[in-house]
């Protein structure tokens, strides 16, 4: 490794860093314009994390963030735009548990059935708007986006009170139980065994290993196979690709089906770790929020992962701002303003990283004229 | 040629107009001059200055050096705005409509008539009526933009320019997109403007266009002023010749290394694009161990055939083969692995990854052999290894394999895209201005290094707009000319007429 290398992974890290700082600066002063006390305020949320439970739920809400930014970011790097995660793995989410609690495995196999329903359920819902990209030529941001729409405004609530919904229940519609061979267990008694007290009622969720094997998964597909190759040389210059064999339509459409499957298992952890069916309590909102951690992440495997960890730990720590009488919709703010001005700091880094790649490369060639690459460059032809 | 008439002073002159850009002088010290009221050609092959020279005008880039007189007048040009306000207007190749507005609208945007803060409508319709009667032109104000044909748009784009006030219209190249009976119409048009006092300033490259339409003509070879004529006192062929120039590159005496095995051959390939014949009919073989190369001016079908013989456009009738076998349904993956090596013309755009590091650039179109493939996997070490290779082969200087490939000079760029295909060893090279853009040294270097594969067995088809490359390496010249191939020539003994008699359809 190095020093140019050196230099340009502190000048990546240095714009999540400058965005979070400017982050919390922007939120002391909505927290000051209301009345309240910022130091206060940080000093609870830094304080929070301070108990193994707090950290378990910390890391629990920050599974289903990271596999929603996984396949976000996985169809951004070829530049395709899946806002669909959101009804792909709901649908994915209620179709698995309805027939996870109807069929009946000795135990991996049944984890595995469930998980390759959702699985294929989102690739399908995702393949939808592929094919529509591929073939007519629909932006996939429309159609994701009605895709999400028919899903939560309609099809889950048709789909649960007329096929899905357990007949034995009167109170509130959900789908029949999983059995017990269908869930994933904790990972309390290897948390045990490390020598880790945990509380009764506090579950580290078995789906933190499947998170990041599948995040490895990601990396090791999209940097080091042809397919990964073929997705981001379409994502950078789609006409070079091309030229060079990528067929585009086989592109969009593997994408989207990929895509679709990893957001199959946005719903996942919680379905076989926490509730055990789909209810009417189910959360929403994960697509969303992964389309934010896979920006903040850079699409990048651990990027991501840490950009989960910290949405995780900011949604986590908004309780105790409650508990406080601190209004706790100051993380909303915070969440926002990081979104914003990363997406501003990471752009001037682009820029500084470009203009001394041109500088080194221009001493390499004994000072020979670079100024038109160097224009077009920082003019802005999006990489 | 030229005669002298009795007019005021010219209404636009440039005088001594320079404009250079890193690498290249696109205008070196031309003149021009444009009396009122006349249609005025400016005629030169792809790249000899024209549309810098317009752009100039246009106020769209200040010049290096020369002056602007309009009316006699010093002007400067800070923008095309300060161009517009002395009468001087423009109409691009492309047009620049908003296809979901009206007639009327389009032509108001971005100078509306006002009435309070709303648009005045009534005022601009009688405006807009009262131009189009004037100057003989048939359009209904309320059409929608997307309804109309490519003639009534252009029509459209001229009403624009003409509703700012324009006395001095530019047209760049305005009959390219016109099928026949469109060029009809505009020609009547233009006669109504020049009836009318404006003065039309008219960019083509087709002669017998030209020659119909002008009052005079000036020739642009390379950035200079080769001379102006009258079309009563000049034929196209001598202007063709004033295009190309009197002299052409001998070809270097060389043993013929073309062999009796067809690699590629096109039989009645045609290609029919929204109505338009882009491709005509194309017919011809490539050997092995022979370079054929393609002369034409740009835009008449050479990028279409390119894209066709890749797999990336599909050809509407015809067939094309590969070393004897069916290649016309083969997708382009299939083609390159049969050994199709690609040097595209527009690099930037068909050929690189421009942010991404070297070793990626160089498995473009590769990306799934060896040594930058091992089955599923990357090769990231073969990769890096062979890009090495290139990099100290063909001379691209690079601080490493890394570096990603916008921080290289357009020359390392090209020589790493040649060095690439080269050392893929392909059967069939589809060339696209291999040496564009690249410094003398490097660009002999690129000509031997072709030479040599040829004279291994390699096919080359060479798509080039350099006449010392086609004739110094072709071995047979094809010349296309509004999709068709129109001459096979001997590039040993073609004179400078008849190439461009052929280019510019000036031969019958």
């Given at each position: ?16 860093v400058?965005?979070?700082i ?5 939120s ?7 009345g ?9 949320m ?26 976000v ?26 027939a ?13 059935f469930i998980l ?11 393949g ?16 994701t986006i ?5 899903v939560t ?7 649960l ?12 519609i959900?789908t029949?139980p ?27 969720q ?14 090791v ?25 990528v ?12 895509s ?25 909102g ?32 908004a ?9 706790k ?22 820029r ?17 004229a670079t ?7 920082l ?5 | ?35 009122r ?12 200055g ?9 106020g ?7 002056t602007?007189l ?10 095309p705005?300060?161009?517009?306000a ?29 009435r309070g ?12 009526v009262e131009?189009?009667?004037t ?10 933009v ?6 009534e ?11 700012r006030g324009?006395?001095?219209l ?9 099928v ?6 505009l ?23 030209v020659?119909r339409i ?22 196209a ?20 290394t ?15 694009d ?12 490539v050997?092995?161990?022979?370079v ?23 050809p509407?009738s ?6 004897g076998h ?7 993956r ?5 050994g ?21 650039n ?16 990357i090769n ?7 890009t090495a ?50 410094d003398v ?8 290094q ?14 080039s707009?350099d ?7 072709s ?34």
């Amino acid at each position: 490794m190095n020093r140019a290398r050196l230099r340009r992974i502190g000048l990546s890290l240095l714009a999540p860093v400058a965005a979070f700082i400017f982050a919390v600066g922007i939120s002391s002063l909505a927290l000051w314009a209301s009345g309240n006390d910022p130091w206060t305020a940080w000093s609870e949320m830094l304080g929070y994390a301070n108990d193994t439970k707090r950290v378990i739920s910390i890391v629990n809400r920050a599974v289903p963030l990271y596999l929603s930014a996984l396949a976000v970011g996985f169809a951004f790097k070829m530049n395709l735009f899946n806002i669909g995660v959101e009804g792909q793995y709901q649908l994915a989410a209620v179709l698995a548990a309805s027939a996870g609690a109807a069929v009946d495995l000795p135990a991996p196999l049944h984890v595995l059935f469930i998980l390759i329903i959702a699985m294929g359920v989102g690739a399908g819902w995702a393949g939808i708007a592929g094919v529509l990209k591929a073939y007519r030529g629909v932006h996939e941001v429309i159609s994701t986006i009605m895709l999400n729409a028919i899903v939560t405004s309609g099809l889950l609530a048709y789909l649960l009170s007329s096929y899905l919904r357990d007949e034995s229940e009167t109170s509130i519609i959900k789908t029949p139980p999983i059995p017990e061979s269908g869930l994933m267990p904790s990972l309390n008694s290897w948390l045990d065994r490390l020598g880790v007290d945990v509380s009764p009622g506090s579950d580290l969720q078995g789906f933190v290993l499947v998170a990041m094997l599948i995040g490895l998964a990601f990396y090791v597909v999209v940097w080091r196979t042809r397919f990964g190759y073929d997705l981001r040389a379409s994502g950078v210059n789609p006409w070079a690709a091309q030229a060079s064999g990528v067929s585009p339509k086989g592109m969009i459409l593997r994408t989207m089906l990929v895509s679709g499957a990893l957001a199959g298992l946005v719903g996942m952890p919680q379905l076989l770790g926490f509730f055990g069916r789909y209810h009417q309590d189910f959360p929403t909102g994960l697509g969303f929020g992964g389309i934010a951690v896979a920006l903040l992440g850079r699409n990048n495997p651990i990027g991501m992962a840490i950009g989960a960890l910290l949405f995780g730990f900011l949604s986590a720590s908004a309780q105790i701002l409650d508990l406080n009488d601190i209004p706790k919709e100051i993380i909303d703010i915070m969440q926002a303003t990081i979104l914003l001005s990363v997406v501003v700091s990471y752009e001037v880094v682009r820029r500084m990283v470009a203009a001394s790649e041109i500088r080194a490369a221009a001493e390499a060639t004994e000072g020979m004229a670079t100024q038109p690459a160097r224009t077009a460059v920082l003019e802005g032809e999006k990489p | 040629m030229k005669t002298e008439r009795d007019v005021d002073a010219p209404v636009v002159e440039l005088r001594a107009i320079a404009k250079r850009f890193p690498g290249v002088v696109a205008n070196d010290h031309i003149d021009l001059v444009v009396r009122r009221g006349e249609v005025h050609a400016i005629v030169g092959e792809n790249g000899a200055g024209k549309s810098t020279l317009m752009k100039i005008l246009y106020g769209m880039q200040p010049p290096d050096e020369g002056t602007i007189l309009v009316d006699g007048a010093d002007v400067r040009f800070k923008s095309p705005r300060d161009a517009i306000a002395v009468g001087i207007g423009m109409v691009h190749q492309h047009f620049m409509l908003a296809d979901n507005l009206t007639v009327l609208e389009n032509v108001v945007l971005g100078s509306e008539p006002r009435r309070g803060l709303l648009l005045d409508t009534g005022a601009a319709r009688r405006r807009i009526v009262e131009l189009a009667d004037t100057y003989g032109m048939d359009i209904d104000p309320d059409e929608l933009v997307e309804t109309l044909s490519v003639g009534e748009r252009q029509r459209v784009e001229i009403l624009k320019v003409l509703y700012r006030g324009a006395r001095i219209l530019i047209l760049d190249e305005p009959t390219a997109v016109l099928v026949p009976h469109e060029v009809e119409d505009l020609f009547t048009s233009l006669a109504d403007l020049k009836a009318q006092g404006v003065t039309v300033i008219f960019i083509s490259h087709k002669l017998d266009e030209v020659l119909r339409i002008a009052d005079s003509i000036t020739v642009i070879r390379a950035g200079r002023t080769v001379g102006t004529a009258v079309p009563a006192e000049t034929t196209a062929r001598q202007l063709a010749e004033m295009m190309v120039g009197s002299e052409l590159p001998t070809p270097e005496t060389r043993g013929s290394t073309v062999t009796d095995v067809v690699e590629l051959e096109l039989s009645g390939v045609s290609l029919i694009d929204a109505g338009r014949t882009v491709i005509d009919d194309v017919s011809f073989r490539v050997r092995r161990g022979e370079v054929v190369g393609i002369a034409g001016v740009e835009g008449n079908g050479q990028t279409e055939l390119v894209d066709i013989i890749l797999g990336l456009t599909r050809p509407t009738s015809g067939t094309l083969a590969l070393a004897g076998h069916d290649i016309t349904d083969e997708p382009t993956r299939e083609r390159r692995h049969d050994g199709i090596g690609y040097i595209p013309a527009d690099r930037q755009r068909y050929g690189l990854l421009l942010p991404s590091p070297l070793w990626e650039n160089s498995m473009l179109g590769h990306q799934d052999t060896a040594p930058f493939a091992r089955g599923f996997w990357i090769n990231r070490h073969g990769a890096r290894e062979r890009t090495a290779t290139i990099m100290a082969e063909y001379d691209v200087r690079s601080p490493g394999v890394d570096t990603p490939a916008h921080a290289l000079s357009g020359g390392n760029q090209q020589k790493l895209i040649v060095g690439r295909e080269m050392s893929a060893a392909p059967q069939l090279l589809v060339a696209g201005h291999p040496t564009r853009g690249i410094d003398v040294g490097a660009q002999a270097a690129v000509w031997e290094q072709l030479r040599t594969a040829r004279g291994n067995g390699l096919a080359v088809l060479l798509v080039s707009a350099d006449l010392e490359e086609l004739i110094g390496l072709s071995d047979t010249l094809l010349v296309m000319y509004r999709g068709r191939i129109v001459a096979q020539l001997d590039p040993a003994a073609v004179t400078p007429q008849e190439l461009g008699a052929h280019m510019t359809g000036a031969a019958a």
